[in-house]
Every structure is written in structure tokens, then in C-alpha cells.
């Protein structure tokens, strides 16, 4: 596959996900708004922080050493430096309603992809003996829109193919759940309750840019023991 074609993919799943998003969100008439302890503008404005502040502290109490632990993980953890920190964090204002990319197919009764509502990141990267691990947290302002707007890095952190990534969506966690992706499993899924109105998702995967090879050992059922554990921590 070209560099063009990753591409193309790419869009197209965001492109259907942020539509699911907001067919979902329209069908479900606000439920998902939920009572957790993390709200969004907290969220956001730690996110922006951390963009201006570089750490190598993971933010809302979170702690991979723990959670490796918990899930059976074996394996010295420390922080990985970027660019001297190992925390990155951003935020976004979202986009407005726009074409469609050339050549996805959309349901007739959207001439137009949905906007993308506004949205923050935030990122902690670590080792785990010579593998290295990503924990991705990303909240969304609008409930029911995030685990969408997160497909383009679930099928990338999961290596998944575009039937996988559909049969992931089918199956996708609910708030407070949490998923293998299909195949190897070597990304986990989180759905974090998050206080008033807003979608926040915790993506945990090794990260293989630049390291060795996907670690056994930190895929399956050990990888989606970690995730539970690190969502569980979030407050």
C-alpha cells in the first residue's frame, strides 16, 4: 500500500467515524453524559498546560508502573524522553461541516461530514524493558463523538485492516469498558466516565516508532488489564 493510499484510508475512517459519532450521538438524546470526577474543561486546560509546560508527569494521578504491575506486566518502566519530556499534550478548536474526502462513500442523507467538535490530548510515553508503550488520553467537548474521532489511531496502534476496525466499532466499549483490538490485540481501549457533557478515551498500545518489533508480552490480555487498571486510576 502507498503512502497515498494509507492516506486515503486514513481519511475514510475518520471520515465514517466521526459520522457514527454523530449518528450516535443524535440517536442516543444526551445519555452519555455521565457523572465522573474528570470533566472536559479540566481536560483540556491540563492538556494545553502540559503543551506549555513540558513534564515527564502523567497527569490525573495516573501510574503505568502500577498498572503494569497489576496486569501481570513484567518489565523495568520508566519514562521515555521526547525531545527531553515524555509527556506531550494539545488542543484543538475542532472543524466546521465539510465535503466529504473523494471517494468515501456517505449515507444520502448527509451530503455533508459532520463537524468535529472541539477536542484535547494528551500523551505519556514510556519503556517497559527495551519496548516502549504509549498511553493516549483523548476528550472530546460532545458525549459520543471521541471513540470516532480516535479511529484513524486505533487502527494504526492496533494494526488493524478495515474489516477489523469495523468489527472493533461494532463491538465498541461502553463507558466504563474496555477492548482488545481485533488480531493480535496489541492495543486496549478505554471508555472514562467523564463529569457533564463530553466523550474522554484512553488508547494504550506499544509504540514501535523507531523501537523493536511488538512485544508479545505486551499484547492481549495483559495490555487490556493495563488499560482497565490506568482508566480506573484517572481522577
Not at 183 to 202: F, H, M, P, Q, Y
Amino acid at each position: 500500500m502507498t503512502a497515498a493510499q494509507r492516506l486515503r484510508l486514513t481519511a475514510a475512517f475518520a471520515a465514517a467515524g466521526i459520522a457514527l459519532g454523530a449518528t450516535a450521538c443524535s440517536s442516543s438524546g444526551g445519555t452519555a453524559a455521565n457523572g465522573g470526577a474528570l470533566g472536559y474543561d479540566r481536560f483540556r486546560s491540563t492538556a494545553l498546560d502540559v503543551f506549555k509546560h513540558k513534564t515527564d508527569t502523567c497527569p490525573f494521578g495516573l501510574d503505568f508502573a502500577k498498572a503494569a504491575t497489576a496486569a501481570g506486566i513484567t518489565g523495568a518502566v520508566a519514562p521515555a524522553e521526547h525531545d527531553g519530556h515524555s509527556v506531550s499534550g494539545n488542543a484543538g478548536d475542532g472543524v466546521p461541516a465539510q465535503p466529504w474526502p473523494s471517494g468515501v462513500t456517505h449515507p444520502p442523507s448527509q451530503p455533508e461530514m459532520p463537524a468535529v467538535p472541539p477536542s484535547a490530548e494528551i500523551t505519556c510515553t514510556y519503556t517497559v524493558g527495551r519496548s516502549a508503550v504509549d498511553v493516549h488520553l483523548m476528550a472530546a467537548s460532545k458525549s459520543d463523538y471521541g471513540l470516532s474521532m480516535m479511529l484513524p489511531k486505533i487502527a494504526a496502534a492496533g494494526l488493524l485492516s478495515t474489516d477489523q476496525l469495523s468489527r472493533f466499532f461494532a463491538d465498541r466499549p461502553a463507558i466504563g469498558q474496555t477492548r482488545l483490538t481485533p488480531g493480535d490485540g496489541t492495543a486496549a481501549v478505554s471508555r472514562v466516565a467523564l463529569s457533564g457533557e463530553g466523550d474522554l478515551i484512553l488508547l494504550l498500545s506499544q509504540n514501535t516508532i523507531g523501537n523493536p518489533p511488538q512485544d508479545e508480552a505486551l499484547s492481549g490480555e495483559p495490555l487490556r488489564k493495563a488499560a482497565e487498571a490506568l482508566a480506573a486510576q484517572l481522577r
